[in-house]
């Protein structure tokens, strides 16, 4: 019986695996010495959960189930809902701010494409506890920090930064209520990423009156900060807003990143729960691929039952992330064969028992070992020490009658007898 | 809204997630060291992979999921299924041996109890192609590899081994069918693992005749392999078998881990895709529990649709190993808070900038980097530098006029000043 893989998954063979583990063990290096400490949570939580704040493409993409107690679970398409959780329970012990990463495996029902499967890796920071600007700063230089290490320049990619409390307060002038905001940001997410007439299309559908749409487009085609200034005249709450932009731009200069940043009022991001600061990472050579993105979501936990308590984010997935690497020749460096220490040769039969012993004992002084099953002929032992790019090989002949082994340097090709003794002396060392 | 974790599953805080890191980081050091490979597959397959041969316990523990496309789902319970598919679709590229390891998230719906959780993580290791006992004697090397490496010696811990294919032989030889043997091997599987008295009704449940039972009873006593010749005259296979544990506990000694290893015709396991060498790690403080446990499986590529190939591999979950090496003292040495490189600390809110400069810089470096948020007294900045293990601090005051840093020295408390672009000279080297 032949059963093949669900769709939209992955088998990580070994040579995919190490990519896997190059992107992961980077953003793990990149985040520790960000200052954030790691956490993760379980792959499926309560289907409630998510349908508090995810917004509605992801509640749309929940796979859910029912386990035998009759409740209903779903696989996590997001860890921030988690987050929420386990900081509010633990809200009274935990000294602020709260810097942690994850390395979360997501699951989300899409549609199978090229960058977007069903199930993923995210890289997410998060700092919980600080309200002021300089955390978003941080959160949006750490990105850049790993962006950086892996060889993306501000030829490559670009951080769109925008305000949701700026939009808010301007999209409230053109006459929408509150409350009709979070449809109308679902939609206006989508611009940077569809077509301009699929956006037009999509707008048409949720906002009926051709003159506010017109303002919403007049609005959505401002090019910088400045210029929200001639459009409308502010309240306190956006000038608030702008200067808070302002400050992010320099705080983000200071830092070395400036040349990554530019303002972008078409950043609104999709999820329900942000509340100011938003970015997104865009690949510069195809505009329409954001490669990750983040914000400010300072009502959150206390939706989730915590206190108000103010937050900041972002996440990265490893999909688009591994297509952009591969495509500008980033990832070919990581695909060499690991180096084995040793290969335990043995000339005959009689010695096969030396060699698993001699594998044994280096294995336990912590040292890659391999040897061959099969007792093949010393040259295709010596092949196969090659071909696993072994550094030495250890050859168990009749000079071990001597209590001698014979090291073959497998670079320099240099061959030498060492005592036995002295040569595991030396390992210990 | 206050939403409650999923019974069962567990929340990683930053130092619950460092032990974790601990067990799986030291789990693919020492599989790495042994000569195999990382794989992983999907977190769900389609759920009739699991109903092929995972056994009955694990079928009726799986959690599963109807798609929108109404495919149905389950969360992976173990990986060996996921495994053979792999290996399956790419049988004629794949070099043999093929020697893999995986440290997959698990999911049983299983009643949670101490040491059993419905979410784990579990370290496995295959060898697939070869058919040698020496396999077997690998895997099982590499197993005590790790346990050793962790600090448990034979005093905590016994490997107890039978072979599935002989006691096959000898309970058809009382009269059970070829086609009987799964079932009762998952009530003999339970003999090492409940007590006496219940192990007894467990079978008299599955097996009728009292004669059969007695029988069972008493081939279930056999203590020592040379016993069995004893008991009843063997067949070829059967000796062929004997021959083959008899082998194994050589190879065993070659390899220097004889002492933790001991014959034991209780060990059967419980899932039905053994088919020769089985083992199961115990505890020796309480013999009760099993920490991991594996064997031969020659038949399951063949079942999942491909050639007949052998195979042999184990698995150690997270809890109980967890739970045994923080009884035994051996999970303390890991609890240490992580070190950070450098606090930079400034004296006043007009150095604050070119601190975060500097932090940034350091960090862009490679350099594990904290920074004050709040501006707090340099006092102040510097107990944070200590709470957070810094090995060195930068404190940046007047100094700085004069283009000099502050370095102070947390192990030693001795401080220098230093020109900032001499210090960050010697960074780079």
């Known amino acids: 019986m032949k059963i093949p893989p669900v769709k939209g998954t992955r088998d990580f063979y070994p040579a995919d695996m190490a990519i896997r583990n190059w992107i992961i063990d980077g953003w793990k290096r990149v985040s520790i010495r960000n200052g954030f400490e790691e956490y ?37 398409p997001e860890i921030t809902p988690t987050l929420a959780r386990m900081v509010n329970q633990q809200i009274n012990s935990l000294p602020r701010p709260i810097k942690w990463f994850s390395v979360p495996r997501l699951c989300r029902a899409e549609r199978p494409q090229k960058g977007r499967l069903r199930e993923f890796f995210q890289w997410n920071i998060d700092i919980i506890g600080e309200d002021d600007v300089l955390a978003d700063a941080e959160v949006i230089f750490c ?15 670009i951080v769109k930064i925008s305000s949701r409390k700026m939009l808010a307060v301007l999209l409230q002038a053109i006459g929408f209520a509150e409350g009709q905001l979070d449809e109308l940001y679902v939609v206006l997410d989508k611009r940077a990423k569809v077509p301009d007439d699929t956006f037009e299309q999509m707008l048409a559908e949720k906002v009926a009156d051709e003159n506010k749409r017109k303002k919403v487009l007049e609005l959505m085609s401002v090019q910088s900060i400045e210029q929200i200034d001639d459009l409308l005249k502010l309240s306190e709450t956006a000038k608030a807003a702008v200067n808070e932009l302002n400050r992010l731009f320099e705080l983000l200069g200071v830092m070395g990143v400036a040349s990554f940043c530019k ?6 991001r999709g999820l329900a729960y942000y509340t100011g600061i938003v970015f997104e990472i865009y690949d510069k ?26 937050a900041t984010g972002f996440g990265i997935g490893d999909c688009v ?20 220490d040793y290969f335990v040769a043995f000339t005959e039969e009689c010695f096969f028992k030396k060699a698993l012993e001699i594998t044994a004992k280096l294995r336990r002084a912590g040292l890659s070992t391999n040897f061959d099953y099969k007792g093949a002929k010393l040259g295709k032992q010596l092949k196969q020490a090659s071909d696993q790019n072994a550094k030495k090989c250890i050859i168990i002949g009749d000079e071990f009658k001597g209590n001698k082994l014979v090291v073959k340097d497998m670079t320099t090709g240099k061959q030498e007898e060492v005592e036995v003794d002295k040569f595991f002396a030396e390992i210990k060392r």
């Open 40 to 76: 993760d949570g379980p792959i499926f939580e309560y289907l409630k959960m998510y349908q508090i704040k995810s917004g509605e493409e992801i509640v749309e993409q929940l796979f859910s189930l029912t386990d035998r107690g009759g409740r209903e679970l779903a696989l996590r």
């Open 285 to 310: 050579g195809s505009e329409l691929r954001a490669i990750g993105g983040g914000g400010r979501y300072d009502d959150l936990l206390k939706q989730f039952g915590g206190p108000a308590i103010p």
């Open 143 to 157: 990105a850049l920090d790993y962006l950086q290490e892996v060889g993306l320049t501000p030829d490559d990619i």
């Open 321 to 340: 992330l591994e297509i952009l690497l591969d495509e500008k020749g980033l990832l070919q460096k990581q695909l060499a064969r690991p180096q084995v």
């Open 263 to 268: 303002f972008d009022i078409g950043i609104v």
